[in-house]
């Protein structure tokens, strides 16, 4: 069994426009010790994917559909303070911008003792221990002096090192770290993302990533899941994604990166914009930017427009599209359009 | 901190500088000493000598400069009406006056905070909208307007009888909206207790605490809702910030979370308005003063001002003055001490 | 050349368009407020017209007719609507007239105030240096000190300087002055701080790279981009205002019972509050708050309309 097995969830907004659907059908699971990176533009949901998992959505938002089954336990009826026995405990979350997250008028010390003394019976001094222990392991130097210290004090990437010590401070099973690099500064992200790493691997911990950065995606995880206006539209082992990506998005994705393009040349795009969850485009939402989707005379296929593909699989990819979807019925053994086979190292 | 004790008596000095002078240009131009102090029957002859030894006819440097020299010592002369020195005066009606603030404000911190931080908790619960509704009536409606209203139901007492008496409920729907009024709301009653010096007090004995009833509930009735909505709008935006959802993800209980992790936040902006605040509320007790004829500072000022009084005007400017000073400077230690990301050297880290 | 730019909308096509009326359609709060406030005013300066009797002229007043009870209570006189005062004044006219002196310096303050602060913020946001930290302290002392102290201070030295006489006679003018002296720092701080605020934008550094002059940066590119922050607190201000000018009459710093604002009414009523007579006082005071009350309610559905990052509730 799974530890993580999340399925058909669905995440709505009761605005006063009206209800926007931030995730449809989102379906996956993870492995113990397993590290899976969410992949997607921004606005894609895949935070608001990540905010759900410990039910920490916000009050117009609400889990209307699907269930999230956390080591044989449904979180989505979970009452709050069996939730809360949970977060920060078997599951911790790393958050964005680091300059943000951590309370400006508690010490670093503070915060750390009380996320230990919430879920354990334990001394103040036993828990200034292992939060010293912890500190120690993400690399902070002279962590006595940081226990004391006030946020402001410390730079953006001593902070998220903090942050990441606070969510290994319980030992959970898992990690969700949203965006945990973009806000640093490029030269410190790639140290942080190889702290993850390192720990995750040494502690054994599942880690779910979430980003918009497909390199790391590929450095650091082992199957990745594709999302698009709200639905997962591929997911697979990274390392067939990455080389192989059978949804005309991935490709596009993957084409995007600088390292894809010719020096001198401008970078490939994908032409247009995401739809926003408020209006987002009837059949494939992705169908208005894919070049697949019109047939050879030009016209829109009637399918893209109009209805909502479901998965194929192929390889060892589940693709939501309807082109491959012909490809893979018409002959089981090719593996789609190969356009983006050359891979990326 | 000690640096920033220094910049702040520098800011104080500045400040009662600023004042004195004041104090003291608004002693040289209005009215006539002389003619306060003695009365019409008075030959001219007699006024210019009198004015000459009193040095009223020296240039304004050298005057002020009497006067500053003076008011250092805590000497600024005598009060035309009381006949004594001003210091003494002030002295015997600041108890009333400072058992009055801290009786309101004893209200208004118990009040707010938790109305404050409930209605922002539960923003869309009845009570809380209740809340609201009350408070923005309550900032429109003028402190003495609230005193009157509290002296004609409680005080005076109020009888309405819209029903008819001989129908089963009549009488009693009457009684539930007539009050019988007899809480005192003139002065601070005879039962005080003397504690030492001119400080005698009313919280001593419950007959006497019955007097400060009505005058306290008046003056926190203007900051009351002033400060629940403050400590709302603050704690909303608190409980949107990254680092209360990521407490909320660490598992913490929202006990804690609320209690702790965003009161501590909000009550910074809320501890500087409180500083600005406690100038108002001095304001407010000149006039809630005199709605309840309640023997403070406040009343003598404007008995003063009807007076012409002036050197007791001048001492009670600045004695307010002082107040207003060390009351900022308190402010401010208790804002460094509550926010780490100010170090108390005199600029913000 | 012209002829490819669109038309330019009109401001009454702008207005119409705006988020502004359209909230203000859904509102059913903002729309009763903004009647009864219209309403209000309406009456108070059509007070000559609408009373039923002059206050100011001594021939129509009859002192034995003093202390009516409103229409309401037994012993009433159906020509006094609402009663008398002590001194045999019809209530109802004293309260039009009275609103309509206390709307007069309400909005005679108002505009005093945002005179002087909105030149002081521009000079302090835009000039900076000495001559900001000048007036921001000079604006901190007096908010440290409270408005309503200072014109307290303010009112008292006048009346001391003026004698009793004249300062009845010029009360109105000295209540502005007073209430516009005492409150300008409001103005000042909010001007100052949009000023920062839109100084950095590029706008201005162009209008500066032009070779615009300060004045003109700051009276044709600045001041119109800082005038939502003025026009919300403006309402607040108006409340205010009225309030102080309730609060000075109140204390004897304000207008003379002969000339009565609301704020003098419930003084003058206030002295038969014991012997019965509560409407002397009450009513004008529901008055007050009542238009105070309904400012107070359009300028948080201003601030709320107005100000987007205030919005969700």
């Given at each position: 069994m799974a530890l993580l097995e999340v399925t058909n969830l669905d995440v709505r907004f009761a605005l006063r426009q009206g209800e926007v659907?931030?995730?449809?059908?989102i379906s996956f699971s993870l492995d113990r010790g397993e590290r899976l990176g969410i992949v997607g533009e921004s606005g894609a949901g895949k935070s608001v994917a990540a905010f759900t998992i410990l039910n920490l959505i916000a009050k117009p938002g609400y889990i209307a559909g699907g269930s999230i089954r956390f080591d044989g336990q449904e979180l989505t009826t979970l009452k709050p303070k069996a939730l809360q026995k949970i977060r920060g405990n078997k599951i911790s979350m790393i958050f964005q911008d680091p300059m943000m997250t951590l309370n400006p008028v508690l010490s670093i010390g503070e915060q750390m003792v009380e996320c230990l003394k919430a879920h354990r019976r334990i001394s103040t001094r036993d828990a200034r221990n292992i939060a010293l222990n912890k500190l120690r392991q993400v690399y902070i130097p002279s962590p006595e002096k940081r226990l004391d210290q006030y946020p402001h004090e410390l730079s953006g990437g001593m902070r998220q090192r903090i942050i990441i010590a606070i969510a290994l401070l319980l030992d959970p099973d898992i990690i969700i770290a949203d965006e945990p690099t973009t806000a640093l500064d490029v030269t410190i992200q790639a140290e942080i993302m190889t702290l993850l790493l390192e720990l995750c691997e040494k502690h054994n911990v599942a880690l779910v990533l979430i980003t918009h950065d497909l390199g790391v995606v590929s450095q650091v995880t082992q199957r990745t899941l594709v999302m698009y206006a709200g639905r997962v539209i591929e997911q697979g082992p990274t390392r067939e994604i990455i080389n192989d990506a059978q949804h005309p998005y991935t490709q596009g994705l993957i084409n995007a990166l600088p390292q894809m393009a010719t020096p001198g040349q401008r970078l490939n795009q994908i032409p247009g914009a995401m739809p926003s969850l408020a209006n987002t485009p009837p059949g494939c939402a992705f169908h208005p930017r894919c070049?697949?989707?019109?047939?050879d005379e030009g016209n829109p296929r009637r399918d893209c427009r109009g209805l909502v593909p479901g998965f194929v699989t192929s390889g060892n990819c589940h693709v939501a599209c309807h082109m491959v979807r012909d490809l893979v019925e018409r002959d089981p053994h090719d593996s789609g359009p190969s356009k983006a086979s050359q891979g990326v190292s | 901190m000690i640096a920033f004790l220094i910049k702040r008596l520098f800011h104080a000095l500045l400040v009662m500088f600023i004042i004195s002078v004041i104090s003291f240009a608004i002693q040289d131009n209005l009215g006539d000493p002389i003619q306060q102090m003695v009365?019409?029957?008075?030959?001219e002859s007699e006024r210019a000598t009198l004015r000459e030894e009193l040095g009223l006819n020296d240039p304004f440097l050298v005057q002020y400069l009497r006067f500053a020299k003076n008011a250092l010592q805590f000497?600024?002369?005598?009060?035309?009406?009381?006949?004594?020195p001003t210091t003494e005066v002030i002295l015997r009606h600041l108890p009333a006056t400072l058992e009055l603030v801290a009786a309101a404000t004893f209200l208004i911190v118990t009040l707010s905070v938790p109305i404050g931080v409930y209605s922002a908790i539960k923003p869309r619960s009845p009570l809380s909208r209740l809340f609201m509704g009350v408070s923005i009536v309550g900032i429109s409606i003028p402190v003495f307007l609230t005193a009157i209203v509290l002296i004609q139901i409680f005080s005076i007492g109020i009888s309405i009888t819209p029903f008819p008496e001989d129908i089963g409920w009549g009488s009693w729907l009457n009684g539930l909206l007539s009050t019988e009024g007899g809480m005192p709301a003139y002065g601070r009653g005879n039962d005080l207790t003397h504690v030492f010096g001119t400080w005698y007090t009313n919280y001593a004995s419950w007959d006497s605490l019955v007097y400060l009833v009505l005058p306290a509930i008046s003056l926190a009735s203007i900051m009351l809702p002033l400060f629940i909505r403050l400590i709302r709008a603050e704690m909303l935006e608190v409980l949107q910030s990254d680092y209360v959802k990521f407490a909320k993800a660490k598992g913490i209980s929202m006990r804690r979370i609320y209690f702790l992790h965003a009161l501590k936040n909000t009550m910074l902006p809320v501890i500087t308005v409180g500083g600005v605040q406690i100038g108002t509320l001095v304001a407010f007790t000149i006039l809630t003063e005199t709605v309840f004829q309640w023997p403070g500072m406040g009343l003598m000022f404007l008995d003063a001002i009807e007076r012409s009084d002036i050197p007791l005007i001048i001492t009670y400017l600045m004695v307010v003055g002082l107040i207003f000073v060390i009351t900022n400077t308190l402010v401010d230690l208790i804002y460094g001490l509550v926010n780490p990301t100010v170090k108390l050297t005199g600029k913000p880290a | 050349m012209t002829t490819t730019t669109p038309p330019v909308p009109s401001h009454w096509a702008r207005f119409r368009d705006s988020y502004l009326l359209y909230s203000f359609k859904r509102d059913l709060v903002a729309q009763t407020c903004l009647l009864v406030f219209v309403s209000m005013v309406a009456a108070a300066f059509l007070a000559p017209w609408l009373a039923p009797m002059n206050p100011y002229d001594l021939a129509q007043i009859d002192i034995l007719s003093s202390e009516l009870p409103p229409f309401w209570i037994a012993g009433s006189d159906p020509s006094y609507l609402l009663g008398t005062d002590a001194q045999g004044r019809d209530l109802l006219s004293t309260i039009l007239y009275g609103a309509r002196v206390s709307l007069i310096i309400g909005f005679g303050a108002v505009i005093l105030q945002a005179l002087i602060g909105i030149s002081f913020g521009l000079l302090a946001g835009y000039l900076g240096g000495r001559v900001d930290a000048f007036l921001m302290r000079l604006a901190d002392i007096q908010l440290s000190f409270s408005t309503l102290m200072v014109a307290i201070i303010v009112g008292a030295v006048f009346k001391a300087t003026f004698g009793g006489e004249t300062f009845s006679e010029y009360a109105v003018v000295l209540l502005v002055l007073i209430i516009g002296l005492a409150e300008w720092p409001q103005y000042a701080r909010t001007v100052r701080a949009s000023v920062l605020a839109e100084r950095s934008k590029e706008y201005v550094d162009a209008a500066r790279v032009m070779g615009f002059r300060a004045k003109r940066i700051m009276f044709r590119h600045i001041l119109p981009n800082t005038l939502s922050p003025i026009f919300v607190i403006s309402t607040v201000q108006v409340a205010n205002a009225i309030i102080s000018e309730a609060a000075l009459s109140f204390l004897g710093?304000?207008?003379p019972e002969t000339q009565p604002s609301l704020g003098s009414l419930i003084k003058s009523g206030f002295d038969y509050i014991q012997s019965g007579s509560w409407w002397i006082t009450l009513i004008p005071g529901t008055v007050l708050v009542v238009l105070v009350l309904v400012i107070n309610l359009l300028g948080d559905w201003l601030r709320d309309v107005m100000n987007p990052r205030l919005y969700k509730g």
């Open positions: 659907r931030a995730l449809r059908d070049s697949f989707s019109m047939d | 009365g019409q029957s008075v030959p000497d600024f002369g005598y009060s035309y009406f009381f006949n004594e | 710093l304000g207008m």
